[in-house]
């Protein structure tokens, strides 16, 4: 709280910003102000503080978390519909990635795709394997949106690196989501589920 003025000996302490000195009117420190606004007598000569309440800061929306394993049909289009329970308005365009290794396809909002670049960049590669990364990951990275039924259109290109044909699974995997074909996630599960089990013991899950 503000100590407008002083007398002799007293310090003056520095008031907070949502704080302002004024002289209100007599009508003024009768009505109600707005916004949450008051009048408070403050100093030993009854100065007047008009205090006026912290705004909160807006709420940053909360990023997108998928869970859950669908089963779907891939048409003869290439496209396949996304699950329901991951679709939101909000939701309006994905990145498709190629996994480098594992023979699956990774599905990004724009957050974890930019989030992906930004923990490109802060790794402890050198310049030139940052810039090289950068390069294929961008290049390999494929937009797509979802149309009224929610279904997204694969690239044939993408379609084919992952194995993609008929039937598919769609993988959440927290920031972002995956497609694998059915019989690749099957061996997959199988051949990892050791190693699932392992961190599960040395996390005490």
């Keep these: 709280m503000l100590l407008a003025g002083s007398r002799t000996g007293q310090s003056i302490k520095k008031r907070p910003t949502n704080e302002k000195l004024l002289t209100p009117t007599k009508k003024a420190k009768k009505n109600p102000l707005p916004n949450g606004e008051k009048w408070v007598i403050v100093g030993p000569r009854g100065e007047f503080c008009l205090i006026k309440p912290n705004k909160m800061p807006p709420e940053t929306p909360l990023a997108p978390l998928y869970s859950g394993t669908y089963e779907r049909a891939l048409d003869a289009k290439k496209r396949a519909a996304i699950p329901s329970a991951w679709v939101t308005s ?116």
């Design 90 to 205: 909000e939701a309006t365009e994905f990145f498709v990635i190629p996994h480098p290794q594992e023979g699956y396809l990774m599905v990004m909002p724009p957050e974890e795709f930019h989030a992906t670049e930004q923990r490109i960049l802060n790794s402890g590669a050198s310049a030139q394997e940052k810039r090289q990364a950068i390069r294929q990951f961008f290049s390999a990275a494929h937009k797509v949106c979802p149309d009224k039924q929610g279904r997204v259109l694969v690239p044939d290109s993408h379609a084919n690196a992952a194995d993609l044909n008929g039937e598919i699974v769609f993988i959440g995997a927290g920031r972002r989501f995956e497609i694998w074909s059915k019989q690749r996630h099957s061996a997959a599960c199988e051949a990892n589920a050791e190693i699932y089990q392992r961190v599960a013991v040395d996390i005490g899950l």
